[in-house]
C-alpha cells in the first residue's frame, strides 16, 4: 500500500510538475522546477527510444546536488521503466534530503559504449526537492507584532499576516499590503481589546508553515532586546513560549535596542541591561536613565555594550517605572531575551584545486574545488567569481549561493565556460558568515615567501593544426581542385541515436515535465 502510493506522488510531477518555476541568472540555464516530496518521477521518452536505428540495452539515470559532480543512480532498459501518473513511464528517483538537483540520461549499449561519456555529461532537468515547510518565529511589540521566516526557497508573495478576536473561530487575513518573510505591523487597539495574532508562510514548493499564536497586548509586562545587527537565525521552539533570538554582530561595540510593551502612568524613568556570559551568572551592565511617557509616539530606545572579546552573549533589559517599581532581576535559570554572537573574524576559505576539461557543448568545463569554515557560517555561504583582472574590483558571476556539499568545510563545483571569447581568467572565491565577515581567496600558486601569487586558469586545451594543400613554385601550374579525397577526409557524421536536448516547458499555466532524453 505505501509503494502504490509513493508511486502516485512521484508520478504527479509528470503531470502537474511544479508549482512555481524560475529561471537560473545565468543565460542557458534551466528552468526550476520546485516540489514537495522527496519522491519524483523522471518521465523518459520510451517511444522515441523504441524508434531508433541503434537502440540501447540499458538507460542510466544521472543525478547532481547542488552543482555538484553527476552520481548515478538507477539503471533500466527501456522496456522496464517504472510506470508513472498519466501513463507515463521513467525513473523513480528519492532524494536523501532537500537540494537543488539536476538530471540527465544517459543511453548504454550492448557493447557496453555510452552515449554522451561520462565526461560529456550536461543537465536536461532541474528540480528543487523541498520537502521542509519554512519556519516561522513571531513576537508581540509594543501594540503590533514582528516576525521573521526562515526557509531557502521563501514564496516572495506566500507570507500572510492573520488576526482574530479571541472568542471568534475565523481568522482576518491583512491585505492593506504585501509583507516580506521578515516583517512587522501594528495595529491601533481600542482600550480593554486584546488581539490573537499568527503569520503563514509559503515557500516555491508549496509548502506552508504556521507561526505561534500570539497576543497583544502581550499578557504581562516585559521588555524585549533587539541587537542591532544581520538578520538573527531563529532556533526551534521547544514550547509555546517565544523562544530567545539569536542574532550576529561583526564589531565589539553595538547597541542593543529595547520596546517597552506597557508601562503605568508614571512611565518609564530607566532601564537596567544584564548580561550573561558563557555559562555564568547574571551581571547589571549599568542602569541606564531613561524618560518614556505613555503619550511618547516612540517606546523604544538603545542601550549601548563593548564586549572584550568574540563569543556568545544572552541580555535582558528590565524597565524600571517613573514610581520605581521593576521586576526582580533575572535569576540564574531564566533564559535571555536575545543571544548574540559576538564574530569578528572572516571565515577561512581557501580554492584547493582547479581541473580544466574539454567539457560539453556550452564550453569547456572548469571543476572548482574548496574548502570553507567558520562555526557561523551563512546557509549557502560561497561565492564563485572570475575576472580578466586579479585587482579588479568587480567581479562576474560563476555562480553564488553555494553550500559545502562535499564535507562540513569542503565543496566542488563544476562550471561549463559559455562565452567562445573566454580563454584565460581568473577565479575568486568568497565566503561569508552570519555576522557579516567575508573571507575571500584568489585561485593562484604560493611564492617562495610563502604568499599566494594569483594565477590564470587556461581553458583553451585544442591543439592548432595545419594541412598543406599544395606547393607552389615559380612556374608551378595551379592545381585545380580535388573532388575526391581518402575516407578519412571526409566529414564525420554525428550518430542518430544521440540523446536530444529536451524541450523546456513554458513558465506559465504549470505544464508536465518533459519527457527525457
Same mark, same amino acid.
Given at each position: 500500500?505505501?509503494?502504490?502510493?509513493?508511486?502516485?506522488?512521484?508520478?504527479?510531477?509528470?503531470?502537474?510538475?511544479?508549482?512555481?518555476?524560475?529561471?537560473?541568472?545565468?543565460?542557458?540555464?534551466?528552468?526550476?522546477?520546485?516540489?514537495?516530496?522527496?519522491?519524483?518521477?523522471?518521465?523518459?521518452?520510451?517511444?522515441?527510444?523504441?524508434?531508433?536505428?541503434?537502440?540501447?540495452?540499458?538507460?542510466?539515470?544521472?543525478?547532481?546536488?547542488?552543482?555538484?559532480?553527476?552520481?548515478?543512480?538507477?539503471?533500466?532498459?527501456?522496456?522496464?521503466?517504472?510506470?508513472?501518473?498519466?501513463?507515463?513511464?521513467?525513473?523513480?528517483?528519492?532524494?536523501?534530503?532537500?537540494?537543488?538537483?539536476?538530471?540527465?540520461?544517459?543511453?548504454?549499449?550492448?557493447?557496453?559504449?555510452?552515449?554522451?561519456?561520462?565526461?560529456?555529461?550536461?543537465?536536461?532537468?532541474?528540480?528543487?526537492?523541498?520537502?521542509?515547510?519554512?519556519?516561522?518565529?513571531?513576537?508581540?511589540?509594543?501594540?503590533?507584532?514582528?516576525?521573521?521566516?526562515?526557509?531557502?526557497?521563501?514564496?516572495?508573495?506566500?507570507?500572510?499576516?492573520?488576526?482574530?478576536?479571541?472568542?471568534?473561530?475565523?481568522?482576518?487575513?491583512?491585505?492593506?499590503?504585501?509583507?516580506?518573510?521578515?516583517?512587522?505591523?501594528?495595529?491601533?487597539?481600542?482600550?480593554?481589546?486584546?488581539?490573537?495574532?499568527?503569520?503563514?508562510?509559503?515557500?516555491?514548493?508549496?509548502?506552508?508553515? $504556521?507561526?505561534?499564536? *500570539?497576543?497583544? #497586548?502581550?499578557?504581562?509586562?516585559?521588555? =524585549?532586546?533587539?541587537? &542591532? /545587527?544581520?538578520?538573527?537565525?531563529?532556533?526551534?521552539?521547544?514550547?509555546?513560549?517565544?523562544?530567545?533570538?539569536?542574532?550576529?554582530?561583526?564589531?565589539?561595540?553595538?547597541?542593543?535596542?529595547?520596546?517597552?510593551?506597557?508601562?503605568?502612568?508614571?512611565?518609564?524613568?530607566?532601564?537596567?541591561?544584564?548580561?550573561?556570559?558563557?555559562?555564568?551568572?547574571?551581571?547589571?551592565?549599568?542602569?541606564?536613565?531613561?524618560?518614556?511617557?505613555?503619550?511618547?509616539?516612540?517606546?523604544?530606545?538603545?542601550?549601548?555594550?563593548?564586549?572584550?572579546?568574540?563569543?556568545?552573549?544572552?541580555?535582558?533589559?528590565?524597565?524600571?517605572?517613573?514610581?520605581?517599581?521593576?521586576?526582580?532581576?533575572?535569576?540564574?535559570?531564566?533564559?535571555?531575551?536575545?543571544? $548574540?554572537?559576538?564574530? *569578528?573574524?572572516? #571565515?577561512?576559505?581557501?580554492?584547493?584545486? =582547479?581541473?580544466?576539461? &574539454? /567539457?560539453?557543448?556550452?564550453?569547456?568545463?572548469?571543476?572548482?574545488?574548496?574548502?570553507?569554515?567558520?562555526?557561523?557560517?551563512?546557509?549557502?555561504?560561497?561565492?564563485?567569481?572570475?575576472?580578466?583582472?586579479?585587482?579588479?574590483?568587480?567581479?562576474?558571476?560563476?555562480?553564488?549561493?553555494?553550500?559545502?556539499?562535499?564535507?562540513?568545510?569542503?565543496?566542488?563545483?563544476?562550471?561549463?565556460?559559455?562565452?567562445?571569447?573566454?580563454?584565460?581568467?581568473?577565479?575568486?572565491?568568497?565566503?561569508?558568515?552570519?555576522?557579516?565577515?567575508?573571507?575571500?581567496?584568489?585561485?593562484?600558486?604560493?611564492?617562495?615567501?610563502?604568499?599566494?601569487?594569483?594565477?590564470?586558469?587556461?581553458?583553451?586545451?585544442?591543439?592548432?593544426?595545419?594541412?598543406?594543400?599544395?606547393?607552389?613554385?615559380?612556374?608551378? #601550374?595551379?592545381?585545380?581542385?580535388?573532388?575526391?579525397?581518402?575516407?578519412?577526409?571526409?566529414?564525420?557524421?554525428?550518430?542518430?541515436?544521440?540523446?536530444?536536448?529536451?524541450?523546456?516547458?513554458?513558465?506559465?499555466?504549470?505544464?508536465?515535465?518533459?519527457?527525457?532524453?
Amino acid at each position: 500500500m505505501r509503494r502504490k502510493h509513493a508511486l502516485i506522488v512521484a508520478g504527479c510531477i509528470a503531470i502537474c510538475v511544479a508549482i512555481a518555476p524560475e529561471a537560473r541568472p545565468q543565460d542557458g540555464d534551466l528552468q526550476a522546477y520546485y516540489w514537495p516530496h522527496r519522491t519524483v518521477g523522471i518521465p523518459v521518452d520510451t517511444e522515441r527510444i523504441g524508434k531508433l536505428p541503434n537502440k540501447p540495452s540499458a538507460l542510466q539515470l544521472y543525478y547532481s546536488v547542488n552543482r555538484s559532480a553527476f552520481q548515478k543512480g538507477p539503471k533500466l532498459p527501456p522496456d522496464s521503466m517504472q510506470q508513472l501518473d498519466g501513463g507515463k513511464r521513467g525513473f523513480l528517483f528519492t532524494a536523501e534530503r532537500d537540494g537543488d538537483y539536476e538530471f540527465t540520461v544517459q543511453f548504454v549499449y550492448p557493447d557496453g559504449s555510452t552515449s554522451p561519456r561520462a565526461d560529456e555529461l550536461s543537465p536536461q532537468q532541474r528540480i528543487v526537492i523541498d520537502a521542509t515547510p519554512p519556519a516561522v518565529q513571531i513576537q508581540p511589540s509594543s501594540n503590533g507584532v514582528e516576525w521573521r521566516t526562515k526557509d531557502d526557497y521563501l514564496d516572495p508573495a506566500g507570507v500572510t499576516l492573520q488576526c482574530k478576536w479571541p472568542t471568534s473561530t475565523e481568522w482576518t487575513t491583512v491585505t492593506e499590503r504585501k509583507f516580506r518573510g521578515d516583517d512587522s505591523y501594528a495595529w491601533k487597539l481600542p482600550p480593554g481589546k486584546v488581539l490573537e495574532v499568527r503569520v503563514v508562510a509559503r515557500d516555491r514548493a508549496g509548502n506552508e508553515g $504556521v507561526s505561534q499564536i *500570539t497576543r497583544i #497586548p502581550p499578557d504581562a509586562a516585559s521588555a =524585549v532586546g533587539f541587537p &542591532k /545587527g544581520p538578520t538573527a537565525d531563529w532556533p526551534a521552539t521547544p514550547s509555546n513560549l517565544p523562544a530567545p533570538r539569536i542574532d550576529y554582530v561583526n564589531t565589539l561595540k553595538f547597541d542593543v535596542d529595547y520596546a517597552v510593551q506597557r508601562m503605568g502612568r508614571s512611565g518609564i524613568q530607566a532601564a537596567h541591561l544584564f548580561v550573561l556570559k558563557s555559562q555564568g551568572t547574571w551581571e547589571l551592565v549599568k542602569r541606564f536613565p531613561v524618560r518614556l511617557m505613555p503619550g511618547d509616539k516612540e517606546h523604544s530606545l538603545s542601550l549601548p555594550y563593548e564586549a572584550k572579546e568574540e563569543g556568545t552573549y544572552g541580555f535582558y533589559v528590565l524597565p524600571e517605572s517613573g514610581a520605581g517599581k521593576k521586576a526582580d532581576d533575572p535569576r540564574k535559570d531564566d533564559s535571555p531575551m536575545v543571544y $548574540v554572537v559576538v564574530d *569578528t573574524t572572516p #571565515p577561512y576559505v581557501q580554492i584547493n584545486g =582547479v581541473q580544466v576539461k &574539454k /567539457g560539453g557543448a556550452r564550453g569547456p568545463l572548469v571543476e572548482i574545488t574548496w574548502k570553507a569554515a567558520d562555526p557561523n557560517l551563512m546557509p549557502q555561504p560561497i561565492s564563485l567569481e572570475w575576472s580578466l583582472d586579479a585587482k579588479a574590483t568587480k567581479w562576474n558571476e560563476i555562480k553564488y549561493r553555494l553550500d559545502n556539499n562535499l564535507t562540513r568545510d569542503s565543496g566542488r563545483y563544476s562550471w561549463e565556460v559559455p562565452d567562445e571569447n573566454l580563454w584565460k581568467f581568473y577565479i575568486r572565491i568568497r565566503a561569508v558568515d552570519k555576522a557579516s565577515n567575508t573571507g575571500e581567496h584568489i585561485w593562484g600558486q604560493r611564492d617562495p615567501d610563502g604568499k599566494n601569487q594569483p594565477a590564470e586558469v587556461i581553458v583553451d586545451l585544442d591543439v592548432p593544426s595545419v594541412t598543406i594543400p599544395r606547393v607552389r613554385g615559380g612556374n608551378s #601550374p595551379t592545381p585545380a581542385p580535388s573532388g575526391g579525397g581518402s575516407s578519412d577526409s571526409q566529414p564525420k557524421i554525428p550518430p542518430t541515436d544521440l540523446p536530444k536536448p529536451i524541450d523546456l516547458p513554458k513558465p506559465s499555466g504549470g505544464p508536465a515535465l518533459p519527457a527525457i532524453p
